[in-house]
């Protein structure tokens, strides 16, 4: 649906990111059914290594 908003061909992809859980527990970010699951600063560096952490001019 988000695709047939915009006039600019973006990629799409489902992220969990989750502020305050307890990740030591957990262990290490993780992708199921191709959903991440990851904490802010996890999801924060992806966007910046993939040229993402600003909008399109």
Same mark, same amino acid.
Do not use: N, Y
């Given at each position: ?15 969990? $990111?989750?502020?305050? =859980?307890? @990740? %030591?527990?957990?262990?290490? #970010?993780?992708?199921? $059914?191709?959903?991440? =699951?990851? @904490? %802010?600063?996890?999801?924060? #560096? ?9 909008? %399109?001019?």
């Amino acid at each position: 649906m988000l695709r047939g908003l915009l006039d600019i061909d973006v990629p799409v992809h489902g992220v969990l $990111c989750f502020a305050e =859980a307890d @990740w %030591p527990l957990i262990g290490c #970010s993780f992708t199921t $059914c191709g959903v991440q =699951a990851c @904490w %802010p600063s996890k999801l924060s #560096s992806q966007f910046e290594a993939e040229g993402l952490s600003s909008a %399109p001019t």
